[in-house]
């Protein structure tokens, strides 16, 4: 949809004619009048076919906005109102879409628009073909590459600020998909003499101001330059400054684009540094000085400069020095020096300055080719932009070599343009097999042989000229041309031999002049020869070679003493001619586009449009004929599918489809639309039309029916949103009927319902109430009789029991105070309870007299509990020894004098150790039951009361003495024949073991026996007899008792003794009825 909105095509509000295929009439006037009427509506494009003519505008136009190249992107040629654009976008397409490698041919004179018009090709190719980081990158390298060849190869002349001082060939190159890959530029002839001349009114290449206006202090001093213009002899003065052009910012951009396409910083350096010699070579002046054989030699006269320049090169001063006084020939073995005279040295000086700068050129565009060419090696499209000097003709100053072979170039483009364009649309009509009547233009081929002919050619005159031996003069050249020449149609010279010039006097002597297809031009032979020859002495190419500066070195490779060529190198002319060959063979590969630029006035001001000018233009550049060829034949031509596709709507048996050849489906489209036969033909692959008239009718009737058809599509289209909305509308007007349906239905329902529950709750409320009501006036009723009752039974009791009440409360106080303290007492005592040891003899204070028996009583049931407490932690053996302890103390506490000291001692029982002593072996295996008692013990003879030591044993069921020595038992006594256990009160360790009657032991009689451990053993005595005879032993303490000795009784008898024998009691036997003890 959006690429129907056309906002102005060829068609549509056209200011004059957009396509001069259509101007009515056509003619000189009218062809111009509406280029004027056009450029003065800044329509500053217009058509011939598919040939843009540019008008420069001299103003910025807003017609190459991103919004701009949108608009032209993808749309046919004459969609579009004319634009640069348009042919750049076809071109583009053919290349990308059809692989037709495109050139585009940009011509026109100094000042027309050409380098701009390139600039907007580039950059409108830039912006429509594919994107990404790499692409992008190749796309800003080729972009920037202008800038720095503007800077070095334009110069401000009278005709343009900026204008190209040599011609530039481009390459871009692009991958299948149509992104582009690299780019190859080749140059052609810069116009070198500028560097040490300029005319008036003109500059040096902008680069000399950039470098002095936009460097930095440093940097000038560094190149050994000052700021100051006026210093360099080589800077044109009178306009020096260009209005609305900033050298400085100029300067930072040229190095930025430097930095972009890739010279490294040394490099930059270098350049700059050779630009800075070749400034400075201009200030190096000569001096005559005379020689002793009468010859003038030159003479350097202020050596600084020439030492800054060898600083800055690195050059031997003293070698530059002598290559500006002396010249060396060399001729197979000879070789000759002679010295300069001082026109020879600026001669000398200016070669090499001209040198040195077109030779710096031409290593730019290499380094920028090795910087931009393709990385791959796939098969790479092309499309050629070929910028090149316009045609020059100088009305005031003369012209010159350079102007002739810049005007040889500009024939050959006009000759490529006619093969190109009028000779291949003639064959194509041959090819198509269209009847054709042929057209006659002028082919400038005549001319071009004139310039170029190998024998006959001006450049072949020129270099035989130069070749020659002899002197050789630029007058001996035009005298050579006077006579090869003379018969030629487009060659005029005063000295001819042909007579028709003898008396023009508009021509002078030393010119000769040329009819070009653009016009005649008069050239001026002074210099010719010079420039042809472009003559550099060797010892200054041999000079610089020695240079250390490896960039200068570089470019003198033939100052190389090693590859010395005696040759000399080919001439300015014929390197121009073969390189122009070149070109024209390489452009004649590829598909042309052309865009003829005119220059609308010579003040380079916009908004005005000489028509003098513009005429001279449109005569020299052959665009009538242009337009008269295309008018002539068929001015639109197309493939019979796409055009068949582009209008099959037009008619109904091929709308919207038609089955069958493209071909016969156009002649029914024709024949339908009734074009008359004479405006069209059909070829083998083509329709041609003949007039863009009948072309436009078609675009006419296109737009229109396409109209009828968006209108069409819009009906059917609005009539299916009416009809789907209106069903939509419908399917919800159910839905939404059916769903409020439901809701009314359902809120009348919620309605009834809850009202029902109300009128419900209501009832049930009112019940409940009733109900409530009746229950509570129930109860209460009772509550008012139960009041009513305690009230009574209250007044009742209190009349009975008031007597009572004072009578108990004293009572009652008591109580509770008693019970009060008693529970602090006990409260209190908790927190003060003594130690837990059965020894703690602390007690707390009794605080109540009247709980005095309560505190004792308290005392001794904490005692008792806390000596069951201790009781507990013993084990069975210490519970059995604190039983014996306790069967001791109730046997002999308080009744024997030996008692107190026995509590402290442990009872051992056997403190003999039968078992371990081998002695008592014996012994040990004859007494097999548990031994109670083991312990040495003393006999007491019954005689004489003299003591014997023996073993005394007690088992569970016996008493045994035995042998202290042998071990032998002396007596055994069963615990049943033991009757009684008498001792004293006092502090000895005598008793007597009273046995019974009769028994077999009695036959002796009783024994008396002392032991150290008295106390234990009777103790352990009695424990065992009572447990093995379940009867209690009976144990006498007196201090006389009587004993069994055989048949007597004798008295045992303890009285005082003295201390005699220490702490030892002793025993006599008084008689037969006493024995007595004396205990100390
Ligand atoms: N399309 C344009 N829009 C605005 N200004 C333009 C346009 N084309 C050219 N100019 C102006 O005209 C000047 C000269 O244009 P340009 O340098 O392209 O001429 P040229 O044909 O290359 O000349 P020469 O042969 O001397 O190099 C430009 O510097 C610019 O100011
Ligand atoms: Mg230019």
Same mark, same amino acid.
């Given at each position: 949809m959006a690429?129907?909105?056309?906002k102005?095509?060829?068609?549509? $509000?056209?200011?004059?004619?957009?396509?001069?295929?259509?101007?009515e009439p056509?003619?000189?006037?009218?062809?111009i009048?509406?280029?004027?009427k056009?450029?003065?509506?800044?329509?500053v494009?217009?058509?011939i076919?598919?040939?843009?003519?540019?008008?420069?505008?001299?103003?910025?136009?807003?017609?190459?906005?991103?919004?701009?190249?949108?608009?032209?992107?993808?749309?046919?040629f004459y969609?579009?109102?004319?634009?640069?654009?348009?042919?750049?976008?076809?071109?583009?397409?053919?290349?990308?879409?059809?692989?037709?490698?495109?050139?585009?041919?940009?011509?026109?004179?100094?000042?027309?628009?050409?380098t701009?018009?390139?600039?907007?090709?580039m950059?409108?190719v830039?912006?429509?073909?594919?994107?990404?980081?790499?692409?992008?990158?190749?796309?800003?390298?080729?972009?920037?590459?202008?800038?720095?060849?503007?800077?070095?190869?334009?110069?401000?002349?009278?005709?343009?600020?900026?204008?190209?001082?040599?011609?530039k060939?481009?390459?871009?190159?692009f991958?299948?998909k149509?992104d582009?890959?690299?780019?190859?530029?080749?140059?052609?002839?810069?116009?070198?003499?500028?560097?040490?001349?300029?005319?008036?009114?003109?500059?040096?290449?902008?680069?000399?101001?950039?470098?002095?206006?936009?460097?930095?202090?440093?940097f000038?001093?560094?190149?050994?330059?000052?700021?100051?213009?006026?210093?360099?002899?080589?800077l044109?003065?009178?306009?020096?400054?260009?209005?609305?052009v900033?050298?400085?910012?100029?300067?930072?951009?040229?190095?930025?684009?430097?930095?972009?396409?890739?010279?490294?910083?040394?490099?930059?350096?270098s350049?700059?540094?050779?630009?800075a010699?070749?400034?400075k070579?201009?200030?190096?002046?000569?001096?005559p000085?005379?020689?002793?054989?009468?010859?003038?030699?030159s003479?350097?006269k $202020?050596?600084?400069?020439?030492?800054?320049?060898?600083?800055?090169?690195?050059?031997?001063?003293?070698?530059?020095?002598?290559?500006?006084?002396?010249?060396?020939?060399?001729?197979?073995?000879?070789?000759?020096?002679?010295?300069?005279?001082?026109?020879?040295?600026?001669?000398?000086?200016d070669?090499?300055?001209?040198?040195?700068?077109?030779?710096?050129?031409?290593?730019?565009?290499?380094?920028?080719?090795e910087?931009?060419?393709?990385?791959?090696?796939v098969?790479?499209k092309?499309?050629?932009?070929?910028?090149?000097?316009?045609?020059?003709?100088?009305?005031?100053?003369?012209?010159?070599?350079?102007?002739?072979?810049?005007?040889?170039?500009?024939?050959?483009?006009?000759?490529?343009?006619?093969?190109?364009?009028?000779?291949?649309?003639? &064959?194509?009509?041959?090819?198509e097999?269209?009847?054709?009547?042929h057209?006659?233009?002028?082919?400038?081929?005549?001319?071009?042989?004139?310039?170029?002919?190998n024998?006959?050619?001006?450049?072949a005159?020129?270099?035989?000229?130069?070749?020659?031996?002899g002197?050789?003069?630029?007058?001996?050249?035009?005298?050579?041309?006077?006579?090869?020449?003379?018969?030629?149609?487009?060659?005029?010279?005063?000295?001819?031999k042909?007579?028709?010039?003898?008396?023009?006097?508009?021509?002078?002597?030393?010119?000769?002049?040329?009819?070009?297809?653009?016009?005649?031009?008069?050239?001026?032979?002074?210099?010719?020869?010079?420039?042809?020859? $472009?003559?550099?002495?060797?010892?200054?190419?041999?000079?610089?070679?020695?240079?250390?500066?490896s960039l200068?070195?570089?470019?003198?490779?033939?100052?190389?003493?090693?590859?010395?060529?005696?040759?000399?190198?080919?001439?300015?002319?014929?390197?121009?001619?073969?390189?122009?060959?070149?070109?024209?063979?390489?452009?004649?590969?590829?598909?042309?586009?052309?865009?003829?630029?005119?220059?609308?006035?010579?003040?380079?001001?916009?908004?005005?449009?000489?028509?003098?000018?513009?005429?001279?233009?449109?005569?020299?550049?052959?665009l009538?004929?242009?337009?008269?060829?295309?008018?002539?034949?068929?001015?639109?031509?197309?493939?019979?599918?796409?055009?068949l596709?582009?209008?099959?709507?037009?008619?109904?048996?091929t709308?919207?489809?038609?089955?069958?050849?493209?071909?016969?489906?156009?002649?029914?489209?024709?024949?339908e639309?009734?074009?008359? &036969?004479?405006?069209?033909?059909?070829?083998?692959?083509k329709?041609f039309?003949?007039?863009?008239?009948?072309?436009?009718k078609?675009?006419?009737?296109?737009?229109?029916?396409?109209?009828?058809?968006?209108?069409?599509?819009?009906?059917?289209?609005?009539?299916?949103?009416?009809?789907?909305?209106?069903?939509?509308?419908?399917?919800?007007?159910?839905?939404?009927?059916?769903?409020?349906?439901?809701?009314?239905?359902?809120?009348?329902?919620q309605?009834?319902?809850?009202?029902a529950?109300?009128?419900?709750?209501?009832?049930?409320?009112?019940?409940?109430?009733?109900?409530?009501?009746?229950?509570?006036?129930q109860?209460?009723?009772?509550?008012?009789?139960?009041?009513?009752?305690?009230?009574?039974?209250?007044?009742?009791?209190?009349?009975?029991?008031?007597?009572?009440?004072?009578?108990n409360a004293?009572?009652?106080?008591?109580?509770?105070?008693?019970?009060?303290?008693?529970q602090?007492?006990?409260?209190?005592?908790?927190?003060?309870?003594?130690?837990?040891?059965?020894?703690?003899?602390?007690?707390?204070?009794?605080?109540?007299l009247?709980?005095?028996?309560?505190?004792?009583?308290?005392?001794?049931?904490?005692?008792?509990?806390?000596?069951?407490?201790?009781?507990?932690?013993?084990?069975?053996?210490?519970?059995?020894?604190?039983?014996?302890?306790?069967?001791?103390?109730?046997?002999?506490?308080d009744?024997?004098?030996?008692?107190?000291?026995?509590?402290?001692?442990?009872f051992?029982?056997?403190?003999?150790?039968?078992?371990?002593?081998?002695?008592?072996?014996?012994?040990k295996?004859?007494?097999?039951?548990?031994i109670?008692?083991?312990?040495?013990?003393?006999?007491?003879?019954?005689?004489?009361?003299?003591?014997?030591s023996?073993?005394?044993?007690?088992?569970?069921?016996?008493?045994?003495?035995?042998d202290?020595?042998?071990?032998?038992i002396?007596?055994?006594?069963?615990?049943? $024949?033991?009757?009684?256990?008498?001792?004293?009160?006092?502090?000895?360790?005598?008793?007597?073991?009273?046995?019974?009657?009769?028994?077999?032991?009695?036959?002796?009689?009783?024994?008396?026996?002392?032991?150290?451990?008295?106390?234990?053993?009777?103790?352990?005595?009695?424990?065992?007899?009572?447990?093995?005879?379940?009867?209690?032993?009976?144990?006498?303490?007196?201090?006389?008792?009587?004993?069994?000795?055989?048949?007597?009784?004798?008295?045992?008898?303890?009285?005082?003794?003295?201390?005699?024998?220490?702490?030892i009691?002793?025993?006599?036997?008084?008689?037969?009825?006493?024995?007595e003890?004396?205990?100390?």
């Amino acid at each position: 949809m959006a690429k129907m909105e056309v906002k102005t095509s060829l068609l549509d $509000d056209m200011i004059g004619v957009g396509d001069m295929v259509l101007l009515e009439p056509l003619n000189e006037d009218s062809f111009i009048n509406n280029l004027k009427k056009r450029f003065d509506h800044n329509e500053v494009y217009t058509y011939i076919g598919s040939v843009v003519i540019s008008i420069n505008p001299y103003s910025s136009l807003p017609i190459y906005t991103p919004e701009k190249v949108e608009e032209y992107r993808n749309r046919n040629f004459y969609e579009l109102s004319p634009h640069i654009f348009a042919l750049s976008d076809e071109a583009y397409r053919s290349l990308r879409d059809q692989d037709k490698d495109q050139c585009i041919l940009i011509t026109g004179e100094s000042g027309a628009g050409k380098t701009e018009a390139s600039k907007l090709v580039m950059s409108y190719v830039a912006a429509v073909c594919g994107k990404g980081a790499e692409v992008n990158q190749v796309k800003e390298q080729l972009l920037q590459s202008n800038p720095v060849l503007e800077a070095f190869g334009n110069a401000k002349t009278v005709r343009n600020d900026n204008s190209s001082r040599f011609g530039k060939y481009m390459d871009i190159e692009f991958d299948f998909k149509g992104d582009p890959l690299g780019g190859v530029i080749s140059n052609y002839l810069l116009e070198k003499s500028r560097v040490v001349k300029q005319p008036r009114g003109e500059r040096n290449f902008h680069i000399f101001y950039q470098i002095l206006s936009g460097a930095s202090e440093d940097f000038l001093c560094k190149l050994k330059l000052e700021r100051d213009f006026s210093r360099y002899n080589y800077l044109g003065l009178d306009s020096a400054k260009v209005n609305g052009v900033d050298d400085a910012a100029n300067f930072r951009t040229v190095r930025n684009a430097m930095q972009i396409v890739g010279f490294m910083d040394h490099e930059t350096q270098s350049v700059f540094e050779v630009v800075a010699a070749v400034l400075k070579l201009g200030n190096i002046e000569f001096k005559p000085e005379s020689r002793v054989n009468g010859l003038d030699e030159s003479k350097i006269k $202020d050596k600084n400069e020439v030492k800054e320049i060898c600083e800055l090169t690195g050059i031997d001063q003293s070698v530059l020095e002598r290559a500006f006084s002396f010249r060396t020939v060399e001729a197979k073995q000879e070789k000759v020096s002679t010295t300069l005279n001082v026109a020879q040295a600026y001669y000398a000086r200016d070669a090499l300055a001209k040198n040195l700068y077109s030779r710096l050129f031409s290593w730019l565009v290499t380094r920028i080719n090795e910087s931009i060419k393709a990385q791959t090696k796939v098969r790479k499209k092309v499309m050629g932009v070929l910028d090149i000097y316009g045609f020059e003709i100088f009305e005031v100053r003369p012209n010159s070599f350079e102007q002739f072979i810049i005007n040889y170039c500009n024939e050959k483009l006009q000759q490529i343009f006619i093969e190109l364009t009028l000779k291949e649309e003639q &064959e194509e009509y041959i090819r198509e097999g269209i009847e054709w009547t042929h057209i006659e233009y002028f082919n400038n081929a005549i001319i071009c042989d004139l310039i170029e002919n190998n024998q006959t050619g001006i450049l072949a005159m020129l270099d035989e000229e130069c070749l020659r031996p002899g002197t050789v003069t630029d007058e001996t050249f035009l005298e050579k041309l006077n006579q090869v020449c003379a018969t030629h149609q487009h060659f005029e010279s005063r000295m001819s031999k042909c007579s028709r010039f003898l008396n023009d006097t508009s021509l002078p002597h030393s010119c000769f002049r040329i009819q070009h297809y653009a016009g005649k031009v008069m050239y001026q032979v002074e210099g010719f020869v010079d420039k042809n020859n $472009d003559l550099l002495y060797r010892d200054l190419s041999q000079a610089m070679w020695k240079a250390s500066h490896s960039l200068i070195k570089a470019l003198f490779p033939e100052g190389n003493p090693a590859k010395i060529n005696l040759k000399r190198p080919p001439t300015a002319g014929s390197q121009f001619k073969a390189s122009v060959a070149t070109l024209m063979k390489n452009l004649q590969t590829k598909n042309p586009n052309y865009i003829r630029c005119i220059k609308p006035n010579d003040k380079k001001a916009a908004h005005i449009f000489n028509d003098a000018l513009v005429c001279h233009q449109i005569r020299y550049l052959g665009l009538l004929e242009n337009v008269r060829v295309r008018r002539a034949g068929y001015a639109f031509r197309q493939a019979y599918e796409p055009c068949l596709e582009r209008y099959k709507m037009l008619c109904k048996q091929t709308w919207p489809h038609w089955r069958g050849p493209a071909r016969d489906g156009v002649e029914v489209l024709f024949n339908e639309l009734e074009i008359p &036969e004479e405006e069209f033909s059909f070829g083998r692959s083509k329709i041609f039309i003949r007039n863009p008239r009948t072309l436009f009718k078609l675009e006419d009737l296109r737009k229109q029916r396409l109209e009828d058809l968006a209108t069409l599509i819009e009906k059917i289209y609005r009539g299916w949103k009416c009809r789907t909305r209106f069903l939509l509308m419908k399917k919800s007007q159910i839905v939404i009927a059916s769903w409020y349906r439901r809701y009314s239905q359902q809120k009348k329902y919620q309605k009834i319902k809850s009202s029902a529950i109300i009128v419900q709750s209501y009832i049930r409320g009112w019940k409940a109430r009733k109900l409530l009501w009746e229950l509570k006036h129930q109860k209460r009723c009772n509550e008012a009789a139960t009041i009513i009752a305690a009230y009574w039974h209250g007044t009742q009791v209190r009349r009975e029991y008031r007597k009572f009440f004072r009578a108990n409360a004293g009572r009652k106080i008591y109580e509770f105070t008693l019970q009060r303290l008693m529970q602090k007492y006990f409260l209190e005592m908790k927190n003060k309870m003594p130690s837990l040891s059965p020894i703690d003899k602390n007690w707390p204070a009794r605080p109540y007299l009247f709980l005095d028996s309560t505190h004792k009583e308290l005392k001794r049931i904490f005692h008792l509990w806390r000596c069951k407490k201790y009781r507990d932690q013993f084990t069975d053996q210490q519970k059995l020894i604190y039983e014996e302890k306790l069967e001791a103390s109730e046997l002999f506490k308080d009744k024997k004098a030996l008692y107190p000291a026995s509590v402290g001692q442990p009872f051992q029982g056997a403190y003999l150790e039968i078992s371990k002593n081998p002695k008592y072996k014996k012994l040990k295996d004859a007494v097999d039951e548990k031994i109670i008692i083991a312990e040495v013990v003393n006999k007491i003879n019954r005689a004489n009361g003299k003591a014997t030591s023996r073993i005394f044993l007690l088992t569970k069921n016996n008493v045994l003495l035995a042998d202290q020595k042998s071990g032998n038992i002396k007596s055994e006594v069963p615990l049943g $024949d033991v009757t009684k256990v008498s001792m004293s009160s006092q502090n000895d360790g005598f008793f007597a073991v009273h046995l019974k009657e009769g028994s077999e032991a009695a036959g002796k009689g009783d024994f008396l026996l002392s032991s150290d451990h008295l106390i234990e053993m009777a103790t352990k005595l009695y424990r065992t007899t009572l447990s093995q005879t379940k009867q209690k032993l009976n144990i006498e303490i007196s201090d006389e008792f009587l004993v069994q000795f055989r048949q007597d009784k004798v008295c045992v008898k303890f009285i005082q003794g003295s201390q005699k024998n220490g702490n030892i009691p002793t025993c006599k036997r008084k008689n037969n009825r006493l024995l007595e003890v004396a205990v100390p």
